[in-house]
Nanobody, 124 residues
Framework: QVQLVESGGGLVQAGGSLRLSCAAS????????MGWFRQAPGKEREFVAG???????TYADSVKGRFTISRDNAKNTVYLEMNSLKPEDTAVYYC??????????????????WGQGTQVTVSS
């Protein structure tokens, strides 16, 4: 089991930036993929970005070119750098630990442990 704690959410104006962090504990961090998902009010949770154990990344089309996922295996932490934020990026953002070393699908069923979520609000 992996314990995950997100931080870094907040309120930002459209066009601004935020960086989310997710600290992990409980399993060897470098052995599994990590992902970020988000859920807006009234919508289903959706994939945002994923990173394999070795640093390979994948993104949702809606954030490609604006968001960057990275990981520091020495600090057991994954990050989500969000730039050029839009009001439609407003959501609760969750980090998740993968069930394998790679992000094979952009699917929450491939992730087994979840953080509590952090709110990101982008004002227009």
């Amino acid at each position: 089991q992996v314990q995950l704690v997100e931080s870094g959410g907040g309120l930002v104006q459209a066009g601004g930036s935020l960086r989310l962090s997710c600290a992990a504990s409980g399993r060897t961090f470098s052995s599994y993929a990590m992902g970020w998902f988000r859920q807006a009010p009234g919508k289903e949770r959706e994939f945002v970005a994923g990173i394999s154990w070795s640093g390979g990344t994948t993104y949702a089309d809606s954030v490609k070119g604006r968001f960057t996922i990275s990981r520091d295996n020495a600090k057991n932490t994954v990050y989500l750098e969000m730039n050029s934020l839009k009001p439609e990026d407003t959501a609760v953002y969750y980090c998740a630990a993968g069930l394998s070393a790679y992000v094979r699908r952009k699917d929450q069923n491939d992730f087994g442990s979840w953080g509590q979520g952090t709110q990101v609000t982008v004002s227009s």
